[in-house]
């Protein structure tokens, strides 16, 4: 007890992490909020500078630029329009035009009280319901794993925008692009086509840099003359009366986006959507119609976006599962600094989980503080002209690249991948789930081996087991529900219902 | 799900392209151990190597019927190139490949500099000025942060 409230409570005491997370929020906010970065760049590019740092410190100010990050998305969508980051996409449609109105620093001071609500009931839910999940998570078996590494990339893969065909050819060719190498059993080569260089796999670090950071910048290239819309900003902290207003909402949404946040592979902007539609529909008397100003359009996804932080780490922490893309890096962040995220981490280091949940905890607090504060000097660094930011993007790159190994290989293939990544996402491909490929396609293959080992190679007993276990038995069935709801057969149930129903018997 | 009235130019070249690539993936899958045991090393890559298969078809079968341009093949360059390589991102890309390369012949900082330097003088059509001073204070910035701050591994 005296441990976990220890390391519950370090990064709060250590004045050095205290620093760090304060560091990484208040550079998350303008991360998030300048678009063409996003946080999953930021992230992947630091996890390369700070491999050689104390793991605490790494985590500090990676939590911190999440937090930071995520909300940060929410301002230039609010004052100009155009989403930071793809969370906040759901918060321009109230946010400008409360912006255009003229309440922008009204919209911005309820978006940051609103981020830090959702923020910390997400942290709360990480606290909670880690734990149990932790101890369950113990008793599965590898099947289970494979059936959870599945429905994640099935979620991904039909939930992001799209088509799902596509979806899927992205989450395979990450899982084929994370399977190149040596063989982990067998220490056959894999995908290597003869080459021995590719024996020891391609770093996923690496392609994480290439496709959210070379790819992002050539695509922000077409964009380079974005106008910059000069708001008047003032009156920034809101009303109580205001804030109690909207708490009931606010809680909800917070709600949804836990739920979504805790799926595997799936994120803050599909939940900030999905609180988006459910304050438009139970919303009886919103402030203004939505779209047109409505503060509860502001606060749903703002809320939502920010509650799927804490609990996208959830799967990650438990069962070595990505939340979303940002926690897919923060993966690769810890099996750089050697732990094993996977069921064994809460039991090993019991002190990561309890940092990272007082780590939290604190990055909201001083979300609020910065979110309120500063709006003066923020509205300058909006205007960093994109022709400087870009080529600055490809340096961070090539630098956080190359100290992975200190070898120029690194930097070619983070470039060939940043160019891949560039066709992929002209033609409508999706970069977050070809990562979550990378990181569960090895995690599926492992598992599906152990699985088949342990009953022989006979896939009849397999079936059986999937049937008989309680776990495997809600996991396949939950797995089934998705993959029928994405064929066309549900389609042609849900018209053959409709007409049934809407035709007099 | 929306459906774009228009095929965007190369998209179609795109998805055979990958179509092919999925059918190497495949072999490449099958070499790896055959068919000689369900839990082989090469089981799991050649499933998820045929459900690639399978979603690139997928891909292709959704471009059906809908209209594309049909001009030449050369005009159809032009407008692919237009589109997805206007100029200044070709340019910018080619800066990057020099800058890749320069790196291990000129140090890091004096070809961070250079690339930095040429690349915001391109894309803000002049400003030399402006330029310098941006790369000056940018490569200082790199000096500080990763030298001192992060002792990181420079190239």
């Known amino acids: ?505 | 799900m929306t459906t774009p009235k228009r095929v965007p130019v190369g998209e179609r070249t795109f998805c055979v392209l990958l179509l092919i690539f999925s059918l190497v993936v495949l072999y490449q899958a099958f070499m790896i151990s055959g068919f000689s045991s369900i839990s082989s090393p090469g089981a799991f890559p050649l499933g998820i190597s045929a459900v690639l298969l399978i979603a690139s078809l997928r891909v292709l079968y959704e471009l059906r019927g809908k209209p594309t341009d049909g001009d030449g093949w050369l005009t159809s360059f032009k407008r692919f190139k237009h589109t997805h390589f206007p100029r200044h991102i070709v340019v910018f890309t080619l800066l990057a490949v020099a800058y890749l390369v320069a790196i291990q012949w000129v140090s890091f900082y004096v070809s961070t500099f250079l690339f930095l330097m040429a690349a915001v003088v391109y894309l803000r059509r002049g400003k030399v000025l402006s330029a310098l001073f941006a790369s000056s204070a940018l490569v200082l910035a790199i000096y500080l942060l990763f030298t001192l701050a992060f002792s990181v591994y420079l190239p």
């Open chain 1, 1 to 505: 007890m005296t441990d976990t409230l220890s390391y519950l409570l370090m990064a709060w005491m250590d004045p050095n992490l205290l620093m760090l997370t304060a560091l990484g929020t208040f550079a998350g906010i303008y991360i998030g909020a300048i678009p063409g970065l996003s946080v999953t760049m930021a992230v992947s590019i630091l996890v390369s500078f700070t491999f050689s740092w104390d793991v605490n410190e790494a985590l500090a100010l990676i939590v911190g630029i999440f937090i930071g990050g995520v909300y940060g998305g929410s301002r230039s969508a609010i004052l100009i329009n155009i989403p930071g980051s793809p969370s906040s996409v759901a918060t321009s449609f109230d946010g400008y035009p409360l912006a255009k109105r003229g309440e922008a620093g009204q919209a911005i001071g309820l978006s940051t009280v609103m981020s830090v609500i959702g923020g910390l009931c997400g942290t709360l839910v990480l606290a909670c319901a880690a734990p149990v999940l932790g101890d369950l998570a113990l008793q599965f078996a590898p099947r289970d794993y494979f059936l959870i590494a599945a429905i994640g990339l099935m979620l991904v893969g039909s939930l992001a925008a799209g088509s799902l065909a596509k979806g899927i050819v992205a989450v395979c060719l990450g899982a084929i692009v994370g399977m190149v190498g040596m063989d982990p059993v067998t220490a056959q080569g894999r995908f290597t086509m003869g080459q021995m260089e590719l024996m020891g796999g391609i770093h996923y670090v690496v392609v994480m840099i290439g496709l959210f950071g070379v790819a992002e910048a050539l695509y922000q290239l077409h964009n380079l003359d974005t106008a910059v819309v000069k708001q008047n900003v003032s009156k920034v902290i809101p009303p109580l009366a205001m804030v109690l207003r909207f708490l009931p909402l606010s809680l909800r949404t917070s709600a949804i986006g836990v739920l979504v946040g805790a799926l595997p592979g799936v994120g803050g902007d599909i939940a900030a959507l999905m609180a988006y539609d459910h304050a438009k529909r139970s919303v009886k008397n919103p402030s203004r119609p939505f779209g047109e100003g409505a503060y509860e359009g502001l606060v749903a996804p703002e809320t939502a976006n920010s509650a799927a932080v804490g609990s996208a780490y959830v799967p990650m922490l438990t069962l070595g599962m990505p939340g979303d893309a940002v926690t897919a890096v923060i993966i690769g962040a810890l099996v750089v600094h050697g732990l094993n995220p996977g069921p064994m981490l809460m039991v090993e280091n019991p002190h990561i989980f309890w940092f990272t949940v007082g780590n939290l905890a604190l990055a909201n607090i001083f979300l609020l503080i910065f979110g309120l504060m500063g709006i003066k000097l923020f509205a300058k660094v909006v205007e960093l002209p994109k022709a400087v930011l870009i080529p600055l993007i490809l340096v961070l790159c090539t630098v956080g690249s190359y100290s992975l190994n200190s070898s120029m290989t690194e930097v070619y293939w983070m470039f060939g991948f940043g160019v891949l990544g560039y066709f992929l996402k002209a033609f409508g491909f999706q970069m977050g789930p070809i990562i979550l490929g990378v990181i569960l396609g090895p995690l599926m293959d492992t598992s599906y081996r152990q699985a088949m080992a342990s009953v022989g190679d006979n896939p009849q007993e397999l079936l059986m087991e999937l049937i008989s276990s309680p776990v495997s038995l809600v996991l396949s069935a939950a797995l089934l529900l998705i993959v029928l709801g994405n064929t066309p057969l549900y389609g042609w149930l849900k018209r053959k219902t409709a007409r049934a129903s809407s035709s007099p018997s």
